[in-house]
């Protein structure tokens, strides 16, 4: 008879390995370890693309609502649409590019106090 917790070691993915040949301080972390230059690079575009893409989507927003003055009925459905995915794009950007960290650099959450 094999004991459950037995089996369940032999079989638990390491801590410290991970598919794309970086390391994560837990099993749960989803940061990715990437060369230097990769993260100045994603950082520098990421941010760059999710502020240029949120003040488009405002823009948009405001066009759709004449300014926040149209009655309910002459709002711009379509447009007010585009405006908040534009603006959700931005976000969700900026949200993906803070997961890279470059090789090295620590997670403060992870370190003992």
Do not use: C, W
């Amino acid at each position: 008879m094999t004991d459950a917790s037995d089996a369940s070691d032999s079989t638990a993915p390491s801590d410290e390995a991970t598919t794309d040949g970086g390391t994560e301080e837990s099993a749960g972390g989803r940061d990715v370890a990437v060369p230097m230059h990769v993260y100045k690079a994603v950082t520098v575009f990421s941010t760059l693309f999710a502020i240029v893409a949120v003040v488009v989507g405002f823009v948009l927003l405001d066009e759709a609502t004449q300014r926040a003055t149209a009655a309910p009925e002459e709002v711009n459905i379509a447009l007010a649409v585009a405006g908040l995915l534009t603006i959700a794009t931005g976000a969700g950007t900026y949200a993906f590019s803070t997961r890279f960290r470059a090789a090295g650099m620590g997670n403060p959450k992870h370190e003992a106090d």
